[in-house]
Nanobody
């Protein structure tokens, strides 16, 4: 499956962005789709994930209540709605997918990756 991430940009603190992760080649119907982010000089960290079959959702603690992951079956797309953005949310955001229904917060568990989209939050 090929993943295409989009929607990043420059926003002021407190603002919002919506990232999209579109799949081609296969549907997401039997995958877990996750979002990760990597700030300059730091490791890639888990942000959120959704199990496509069950709709179960998981968030990293720092984004709970601010970010929302969702899916659109018809468009075979996963979204990450990011509200109340903070400067510390600045990073390259990646979507990733792994076949099955067991989610993971570890990036090495995911087999397919999008190209990344830059999110910059100014103070």
């Amino acid at each position: 499956v090929q993943l295409q991430a989009s929607g990043g940009g420059l926003v002021q603190a407190g603002g919002s962005l919506r990232l999209s992760c579109a799949a081609s080649g296969r549907t997401f119907s039997n995958y877990v789709v996750g979002w990760f982010r990597q700030a300059p000089g730091k490791e890639r960290d888990f942000v959120a994930a959704i199990t496509w079959s069950s709709g179960r959702i998981y968030y990293e603690d720092a984004v709970k209540g601010r970010f929302t992951i969702s899916r659109d079956n018809a468009k075979n797309t996963v979204y990450l709605q990011m509200n109340s953005l903070k400067p510390e949310d600045t990073a390259v955001y990646y979507c990733a997918a792994v076949r099955g229904s067991s989610w993971s917060r570890f990036d090495y568990k995911y087999d397919y990756w999008g190209q990344g989209t830059q999110v910059t939050v100014s103070s």
